[in-house]
């Protein structure tokens, strides 16, 4: 087992129309399927969607960071 590990960051969006929470884990989830290793996210934006004068859905914009592999 190595000493240190290094790391990379990509930056995805998730959305959905019951949370904000929820939209974090549906983009975490699908992040999943293609990202191996992801170990931390960050969101660095929250924003959401109107209709009729109320939330329509909430989006999250989040960066991922994952190990790479035998670090």
Request: aromatic share 8%.
């Amino acid at each position: 087992m190595s000493d240190h590990h290094v790391y990379k960051k990509v930056e995805i969006v998730g959305s959905s129309d019951k949370s904000i929470e929820d939209a974090i884990e549906n983009a975490l989830q699908e992040c999943g399927k293609s990202v191996r290793n992801m170990e931390w996210f960050e969101v660095t934006e929250t924003r959401g969607h109107i209709v009729n004068g109320k939330v329509g859905h909430y989006q999250v914009a989040m960066k991922v960071g994952f190990r790479i592999a035998e670090s």
